[in-house]
């Protein structure tokens, strides 16, 4: 079965410091990468994806990933963090051996302080 | 502007009682999505349509139930025989379901709280 662990909960940095957000994946097959934000009581919006080819994605607002797949990772990065970033973010994986379901990790909270 | 579209926002219901939540795209996608958030525990996939007339349970279809008649709609209605069902509900769409790279695309969500 597919999972995703985001192992921390909350992510508190510095307006203009690096952001990180991590993620570690599992599949039997080849993964699909997805990162999602989401501010308060609003929907998700998608950052970015991993399909195929580069390692490094670039994605909406600044953002991106990195995949490394013998770390079964997938972790969000942002050169320099804006307050506007503080919001909860998603990362999921589709795996193609069980195609229909998109599962995702629990969630982390970043804040981003003036 | 194309989107998916949730209805109501806020809903509150009595035990005992059904309710039915909204969702509408207008994006032309062919599978549509309900998920269940909870906080700490991320999304979770209540049922989901890879095309009209054809529905599958997710990881916690039970107390709930779904339709699809049109292509547009996927209304979710959460039953009495759901034990928990205060939570915050999303639909997203997608352009096909089955082997796709594709993103989902969400509403901005129903919260439901049983008084």
């Known amino acids: 079965a597919q999972s995703v662990a985001q192992p921390e909960d909350q992510v508190n940095v510095a307006e203009g410091n690096p952001l990180t957000v991590k993620c570690t994946y599992s599949v039997s097959g080849n993964p699909y990468l997805f990162w999602y934000v989401q501010y308060p009581n609003r929907g998700l919006q998608f950052l970015l994806k991993?399909?195929?080819?580069?390692?490094l994605v670039k994605g909406s607002y600044g953002f991106e990933a990195e995949f490394n797949k013998s770390q079964t990772s997938f972790h969000l990065k942002k050169p320099s963090a804006l307050v506007s970033d503080s919001a909860l973010y998603f990362c999921a994986v589709r795996d193609l051996s069980n195609d229909y379901k998109l599962s995702f990790g629990a969630g982390t909270t970043v804040t981003v302080r003036a | 502007d194309g989107g998916i579209t949730q209805s109501p926002k806020y809903l509150f219901r009595k035990e005992g009682q059904n309710v039915t939540l909204s969702c509408e795209q207008n994006?032309?996608?062919?599978?549509m999505y309900w998920y269940r958030q909870d906080p700490g525990q991320g999304l979770r996939l209540i049922y989901y349509?890879?095309?009209?007339?054809?529905?599958q349970k997710g990881d916690i279809a039970e107390g709930y139930s779904v339709s699809r008649e049109k292509k547009e709609s996927f209304p979710l209605t959460v039953t009495s025989a759901q034990k928990n069902p205060t939570a915050f509900y999303l639909c997203?769409?997608?352009?096909?379901?089955?082997?796709?790279?594709?993103?989902?695309?969400f509403g901005e969500g129903s919260r439901l709280t049983v008084l």
């Open positions: 991993y399909i195929t080819g580069d390692n």
């Open positions: 349509s890879q095309i009209v007339n054809d529905f």
């Open positions: 994006l032309n996608h062919d599978a």
């Open positions: 997203a769409s997608s352009i096909r379901g089955g082997q796709t790279t594709g993103e989902l695309f």
